[in-house]
Each structure stands twice: as C-alpha cells, then as structure tokens.
C-alpha cells in the first residue's frame, strides 16, 4: 500500500490541503473558505472532515497517511507546535494547534509558518531546488520571508526568524501594520504598493490611476503595474519605490546569509520579468562595489502549490 503525506496550507480566507505521494507529487488538492472568526477545535475538525474526503476523493485511505505538515501564519513556535497569535485567526491565542491535530488524526504532525512553509516548498521543488542556500520573499498584502541556510531552514530561538517584511529601510518612515515605522513592507507589498499610490493621488491629476480610482473606487496594486507599463509617470515612480524598497532588502539580506538566489512569490510576480528587471537594477546599484557576488533573483515557480508541498516535504522528515 502506497504511503501518501498530507500538506496543509492555512490562511486566514482560504485553507489549502493537498495529498502528496512521497516523491512530493500532488495526488489532488482542495481548498475551503476559512473564517477569521473560527474556534480552533472547529477548524481542527473540519480539516480532518476535509482530509478524509479528500483522500476518499483519490482512492485513497487514511492508513496510508504517514504524516501530515501545516504552515499556518504566525508568530508560532515550531518547536512546541503552538500557534500564539495571527492577526487573521481572532480567536487563536497561544494554541497548541499541532497537538490538537495530531490527536484528531493519530498521526504524526509538524507546524511551521506559512512563509517558512512555502519557502520549504520552493526549495525543494521549485525555484530554489538544487542549492542549499536561498532566500524567499513573498509579495502579497504584507511581506513574507523565508531562509534556508546550509540546507536548513532559520528558524531563530522561539520560531520568527525571517520577518524579512519588516526590515526597516528607511527609519522614520512610513508606519508598518507591525507598529514599526519603515519596513520594507511599509512601502513594497501589493497592498502598500496601492496605498502609497492613492495617498499621493491628490498632487498627480494627470495620471490614469486617478480615473481608475474615481471609476473604481479603489486602486489595486496591479493597476499600477499596468498603468506603470503604459508609460503613465506617476505609476512608474511608484513601481521605482517598490523596487528600490526590494532591491534595498535584498542587498541587506545579501550580507547576512550570502544566498545563491533570492526567490520572490506572491501576487505581485504577476508583473513579471517588468519588475524583476526593476529590482535587479536598484539591486545592482546598492551592492557593494568590492566584488560582484554570483547571486540570482528570480521569482518562484510553485505558485500557490508552494505550501502545501513545502509543508508534505517537511512532513516526510518527520
Ligand atoms: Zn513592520
């Protein structure tokens, strides 16, 4: 009988759970709508309701279950399995959450951040396979990181390591969903991306964004994009603070851990080979100028498979 691992993704709207063969295969994959306001025993139960339907669903059964991973948003310590708070969980505080699943399946389980997870996923099977050091950085409404160094990943004292997105580049500046001021994220995710647009809309009455934004309602980050890459001005300078935000951090994390390639996920690689050529160049220019360091940004190739299959790969470890 074939041995399967499971991979579970949670996110604060979606909860991702993918059946994996051992050679890290997805075998079939689901996803359900999550709740912010969900009770930690219900969300326990229907994840096992889930896994089981799902593994019914391929032919499969639960014996053949040999472990399962979780990458969950954080701050939680992987090493005593508790999530201690996520700002899209309310009612999560201090949950030993891979305790109570490992009860329900009878199986054993490993929790880790969901960037941390991802991360995992990419370096085993995507952008970063093949090299024992790399960075990831994910682009959505905040910023992600993950690190793996000599072939492990950081993980730090109590489990936060890699809080990439708040690496504070400009000191002062603007203030951070952290309470910090001037982290990376403040300025470079997709979600801040939008808001630095629309906050200096007023003095910029030529741009498209200011119709988009009075036909829409709104301005979302891959507006600016768009309107950046049909030579609107205002858009363009935009999109340079993004990138000058994410070549910065990737020059500063350079000097930490020295990584082969530094892989960027998320929404915003939608803007593709535009942005990256963006980031390269203000990367490029911050480096340091006493030698050329053989290191390559790229973005990741699993999409949204990365946490299920970094969470089933390091499952199998266990
Ligand atoms: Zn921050």
């Not at 025993?41 to 669903?57: F, S, T």
């Not at 999530?83 to 490993?110: D, I, Q, W, Y």
């Not at 991802?118 to 085993?124: D, L, N, P, S």
Request: with cysteine; charged share 20%.
């Amino acid at each position: 009988m074939q041995n399967v691992l499971l991979g579970i993704d949670i996110g604060g709207t979606n909860i991702k759970i993918g059946c994996l063969d051992s050679g890290l295969k997805i075998i079939d994959k689901v996803s359900k709508l999550n709740r912010s306001d969900i009770e930690p025993q219900e969300m326990v139960e229907l994840i096992v309701a889930d896994c089981k339907k799902l593994l019914a669903q391929a032919g499969l059964v639960f014996a053949q279950v040999q472990s399962i991973g979780v990458g969950s948003p954080g701050p939680l310590d992987p090493k005593s399995g508790i999530l201690k708070s996520a700002p899209n969980l309310k009612k999560f505080h201090n949950t030993p959450l891979r305790e109570m699943l490992s009860k329900k399946m009878g199986k054993p389980v490993v929790l880790e951040n969901d960037a941390n997870a991802a991360c995992w996923g990419e370096r085993i099977a995507g952008a970063g396979s093949g090299g024992d050091d790399m960075v990831f950085l994910t682009l959505g409404t905040g910023i992600g990181g993950g690190i793996v160094s000599n072939g492990q990943l950081i993980r730090g004292t109590s489990g936060e390591a890699a809080e990439l997105g708040h690496i504070i580049i400009y000191p002062g500046g603007r203030l951070c969903g952290c309470g910090q001021r001037g982290c990376v994220e403040a300025y470079a995710s997709a979600t801040n991306t939008a808001k630095r647009a629309i906050e200096n809309l007023q003095q910029n009455n030529k741009s498209t964004l200011k119709k988009i934004l009075e036909t829409n309602g709104k301005i979302t980050c891959k507006d600016v994009f768009g309107c950046a890459q049909q030579g609107d001005e205002f858009a363009k300078q935009m999109v340079e603070q993004t990138a000058e935000a994410l070549g910065l951090v990737c020059v500063n994390i350079l000097h930490v851990t020295q990584p082969q390639r530094i892989v960027f996920g998320g929404g915003m690689i939608a803007a593709g080979k535009y942005l990256l050529d963006k980031i390269q160049y203000h990367f490029d220019k911050y480096i340091w100028t006493i030698k050329k360091e053989d290191i390559q940004l790229c973005f990741a190739t699993l999409g949204e498979d990365a946490g299920i299959i970094g969470a089933a790969a390091l499952a199998r470890e266990l």
